[in-house]
């Protein structure tokens, strides 16, 4: 009864009178080799994600065997930030690891205080240095940054060559003629197998990664890109989906090269990079996709192909992009705001949560915030409150 429920909902779903143009049928567009067209294979959609494992394996040897090399070649140091500086203490990690998404409140740390038999401020001095243990270094952050630039770079560079010849590329209303009756060659298959498998292993790396400000809207980004490849490859609205691709890569590269120059202190090159980005960013993703693509896919298409409801929602997720970028717009021109009255670019708006680790800061230690070190009992409502009031007493 349940296999029947399920197989009922899958047909329900997956009705062709949703996903297609009126009169057409999934069996219409079924690849075999009797049709001389090549549509695309659903079960296609399987292989990106045993691909991403080959991917996050083939992003960990350029990390490696590239980009570490190169960091430490350029005056990166592989140490861990601040290792050692929390002594070891049972009660304290476990409540640590606990409260690792938030912030002990202050009864909590008060409690704490008590068990140990430490004031507050030792408690809180502990919390901070343990967390201090958890940012990743400069060095990791550049090896990070090193694999998504040359990603980026590849990815944008074969989608070009792909597109090259291609007539959708140079009149956008080819995507819609003869549709959903078009056929798929075997680089516009690899092209879309690459990027999907690339944002799965996003997906499933994302958790694991350095966390940024942003990570919510990755989240979404992540998922929507996804959701929209599966589809746009299920309904064959292929030719689409590789606009969509080529417009959002070609930003990133400039974006994780500035990055690269800022942990290596090559500052002018960076500025001058990341100029570039945002020229690239606000060109791309705020007028080429917003008043080429989406004007294409919102009134063109209309005027071409006979309407179903999955043009609303392909639409809608399109959308959605676009708001995302709006807001990753607003993060950029603060960092650009922030470089022009400070005469450099800061740390990106969109990258770590967490404060930029500088090697030098393992050299000064901290002593005197041991959290061994006899202190007058003050009352500390927050970790903030705290560290202004270690820094007042440095």
């Known amino acids: ?87 070891d203490n049972p009660t304290l990690e476990k409540a640590y690891l606990v409260a690792r998404k938030g912030r002990l409140n202050y009864k909590q740390i008060q409690g704490l205080a008590k068990q140990l038999d430490w004031t507050e401020r030792q408690v809180e001095r502990w919390i901070r240095m343990r967390r201090m243990m958890d940012r990743p270094s400069t060095l990791v952050k550049f090896m990070e940054c090193g694999w998504r630039f040359s990603y980026y770079g590849f990815i944008f560079a074969y989608g070009v060559w792909t597109l090259w010849d291609k007539d959708w590329l140079w009149d956008i209303n080819n995507c819609w003629y003869t549709f959903p009756h078009q056929g798929v060659t075997n680089d516009i298959w690899w092209y879309y197998m690459i990027e999907l498998s690339f944002y799965w292993s996003l997906l499933f790396s994302m958790f694991e990664d350095i966390k940024r400000k942003d990570f919510w809207e990755m989240l979404i980004h992540h998922f929507v890109t996804i959701i929209l490849l599966v589809l746009s490859w299920t309904c064959n609205l292929v030719r689409a989906g ?44 705020l007028v080429v996709y917003p008043f080429w693509f989406l004007y294409s896919t919102c009134i063109g298409a209309k005027e071409i192909v006979p309407m179903f409801p999955a043009y609303y929602i392909f639409n809608s997720l399109l959308l959605m992009l676009l708001l995302l970028h709006v807001i990753w717009t607003y993060f950029i021109l603060k960092v650009l705001y922030r470089a022009i009255l400070s005469g450099q670019m800061e740390k990106d708006s969109r990258s770590s949560s967490s404060e930029d680790f500088s090697e030098d800061n393992s050299k000064s230690g901290n002593s005197s915030a041991s959290p061994t070190t006899p202190s007058k009992r003050l009352p500390a409502s927050s970790l903030s409150q705290q560290s202004r009031e270690h820094k007042n007493s440095k």
Not at 51 to 70: A, D
Not at 261 to 285: A, E, N
């Open 1 to 87: 009864m349940v296999v029947n429920f399920i197989s009922q909902m899958s047909e329900s779903f997956w009705s062709s009178d949703v996903w297609l143009p009126p009169g057409v049928t999934w069996k219409d567009i079924e690849p075999n080799d009797q049709n001389p067209i090549a549509y695309p294979r659903f079960s296609d959609i399987w292989y990106p994600v045993l691909f991403s494992f080959g991917v996050t394996f083939l992003r960990l040897l350029f990390e490696k065997y590239v980009f570490f090399p190169l960091g430490i070649a350029s005056g990166l140091r592989p140490v861990r930030p601040w290792k050692g500086q929390a002594p």
């Open 242 to 285: 590789t606009l969509v691709l080529v417009i959002h890569d070609c930003a990133d590269i400039f974006l994780e090269m500035a990055k690269m120059m800022k942990y290596i202190k090559y500052q002018r090159t960076c500025d001058v990079l990341f100029g570039i980005f945002t020229v690239t960013w606000i060109c791309s993703r």
